[in-house]
Structures are given as C-alpha cells and as structure tokens.
C-alpha cells in the first residue's frame, strides 16, 4: 500500500515497536507496587516523562500521560465546570475533540464563542479578542490545523492575554515532530499531545500542565499522575511514546526538510499533468507535507474510492470524521463553498514517503481526472 495520510495516523517507529515487545513481556508489574518490579515499572515511566518533557521544553513534572489528544483536551475543558470563569474562547476551525466537548458542556453552564478565521485558515486575532467578556475563563486553539495545516499565532495570542490573566490551550497533536514546540515559547499553560501522530502507540497521549494547581481530576478512581488521572498506567504506552518524542524532537529539521522536499515535489508534478486544483490553506504558514486540495469537478468520496482500488490511502480531512461525507466545517468556515469542500483530498505525507511513491500517485492521478 502507498500510504499518505500520515496526519490521521503514522506508522509506529521501528525503535518503538521493538521496545514496545520488550516491556509487554518484561515490565508487566503494577508501577503503583512497591516492590522491586513495580518500583522499575515506575522509573521506567518516570524517565518516559522526561523524554516527552524535553521535546517540549518543559519540566517533568508538568507532563501527565493520558489516552490521546481526545482526553488531554477533554481534560482541559470539562474543568471549566469548576472554574469561576465559564466562558471559553476557541477558533471556528478547532477539532471536534475541542467543539463537541465545548457544546456538550454547554448542559453545565459553560457558554462559548468561537473566533473566525481567514480564507487560509488563519485566526483573526483581533476578532478572537473582541470576544473576551468579564466572565472568559478560557482560551483553546490549535497550533496546527488537521486539514488544511495552517499553523497559528500562538505566540502573539499568548502575549495578548496573558496580560489579562486568561489560561490558554493549544492543541498541538499535529505538531510534534513536524515544527517546533516548546511551551515556554508558546507562552500556553496547556497543551495537547498525542503519540501515534509522531510514530508512536495509538492509546496514549500526554498534556502538559504549567500549574497542576489549576485543574482536578477528569478520571477519578487512584492517585496516579499525580492524582489527576485515576486508573493504572499504560506503562508499554508511555515508555513507547517518550521514545518516539525523544526521536521526534532528535529528527526535527531532517524530518521537516524531508517532509517539505516531498511535498514541492507532488506539487510541481500535479502541476505538469493538472491545473483544474486548488490548494487550501496557507500555504507560506503551514505544515510541511500536509497538502489539502480541491479538484474542480471531482468528487473526494469517488477519487478515494478509484485510489483505494489502486492500493493507494488518502483522506477527504479529519479521520475522526470517517464515513462523513458532509461538507467539512473547517473548510465552511474558511469560505469554501460546497462543490470545493466536496471536492478536497487531503494528503500527507511521511518520514518514510519517497519521490518514487510520490511519482506512483502522480500517475493515479492522472488516469482518474
């Protein structure tokens, strides 16, 4: 199989997947115990935590292992519950592990206003501002797009309401190992990781915590993490994800330059056999390797039908939306009509993608428009 649709998962790295057998069979022990065993199953994760600490320029014990982006995220938000603030700010093109939640906690009292953004997918800053009221208790928007790949001010968001003394979450599952991340940079108090984005295990995430004061327990039963996240740990999870954060972090400007290679190349051959396509997003501030296009007259449904027949996986935008052939939001809310919407593929690309797969769908294309 050609695989390009490595923003909905990767495949888990070889160092991973290895260590990943070992400690399955090895280090089975419950991290709580104190005998010896559990005792080393707790330093194993100790030094995972460290490793995820690190790719993100913060300290250990800022970082707290969850099952996914999804939770880290969920983590975040329902704790507005608890807040004296209940309004969250977020962008119109969050994903739905950012606006479903905001919309299911609605029930209890939260209300909500979500900040346009351009027709490259860019936050309107001053717009997101305009939206901050006596009783906005929290600031949520993504690094980086799922779909289009735009990536976001941060920073000078940040900058603008740390004056006002407003908690601010970035949702950086599709960032890691593609751009840099460092949290003290960013200038967040939260944000969202998630392993098998950057080659590691499905089922384990992490969220970094600037003060653990500021939030309480999501899932309540034991004391792990630190009393903010009961259940027994997933230790071959974690170990597995701080390996694959210490390579991501490691690999950072060869796997961008490679990522970016690979994507002017597919995009100077689609050029030499269409020109009925539009690129979306913005593409001067993006993702390397992440492309999302619109081919006049096409529908994405039936050009990913015609290219799975060809052993070849692309996407129409967020795997977390499969089987929806419903116009995607993100793309509505950059201005994207319905045809166009209905008419995108998007395609990323990886670490271990080369020119001559590249040349493989060049040449699928080709046969299908």
Same mark, same amino acid.
């Given at each position: ?60 014990? &800022? ?110 599952? &599709? ?48 004391? &792990? ?145």
């Amino acid at each position: 199989m050609l695989y390009f649709d490595n923003s909905a998962t990767t495949p888990i790295h070889p160092e991973v997947a290895e260590k990943l057998d070992y400690i399955n069979r090895e280090h089975y022990a419950n991290p709580s115990s104190i005998y010896n065993q559990g005792r080393k199953a707790k330093s194993l994760i100790e030094n995972a935590r460290k490793q995820v600490a690190d790719a993100i320029g913060a300290k250990s014990d &800022q970082i707290f292992f969850t099952s996914g982006g999804t939770e880290a995220n969920n983590q975040v938000l329902w704790n507005s519950i608890e807040n004296d603030k209940k309004h969250i700010i977020a962008s119109s093109i969050e994903h739905p592990a950012v606006i479903r939640v905001i919309n299911k906690i609605r029930s209890f009292g939260i209300t909500s206003s979500l900040a346009p953004v351009d027709k490259d997918g860019t936050v309107d800053i001053d717009s997101a501002l305009k939206l901050i009221n006596d009783n906005t208790g929290l600031f949520s928007i993504m690094l980086a797009n799922n779909e289009v790949g735009t990536i976001q001010p941060i920073k000078k968001i940040a900058k603008k309401i740390t004056r006002l003394n407003i908690p601010f979450h970035t949702d950086a599952v &599709q960032a890691l190992g593609k751009i840099p991340v460092d949290v003290t940079s960013l200038g967040v108090d939260y944000l969202s990781l998630s392993a098998h984005k950057f080659y590691g295990p499905k089922g384990i995430g992490a969220l970094y915590i600037k003060n653990k004061k500021t939030l309480k327990s999501f899932i309540v039963g034991g004391e &792990q993490e630190s009393g903010l996240r009961g259940g027994t740990e997933n230790i071959a999870g974690i170990i597995g994800m701080g390996i694959a954060a210490e390579i991501a972090a490691k690999d950072l400007d060869s796997c961008y330059s490679h990522l970016k290679h690979l994507e002017d190349y597919f995009l100077a051959k689609l050029h030499s056999i269409s020109s009925s396509f539009i690129r979306n997003g913005n593409s001067n501030n993006c993702l390397p390797g992440l492309i999302s296009i619109s081919f006049k007259g096409h529908k994405s449904d039936v050009l990913m039908a015609k290219l799975d027949r060809k052993n070849i996986a692309v996407s129409n935008g967020s795997a977390c939306n499969t089987g929806n052939i419903k116009p995607s939001n993100i793309l509505k809310e950059m201005g994207i009509g319905d045809d166009l919407n209905l008419s995108t593929l998007r395609i990323s690309f990886g670490k271990n993608n080369n020119e001559k797969e590249i040349d493989k769908l060049i040449e699928a294309l080709k046969e299908i428009l």
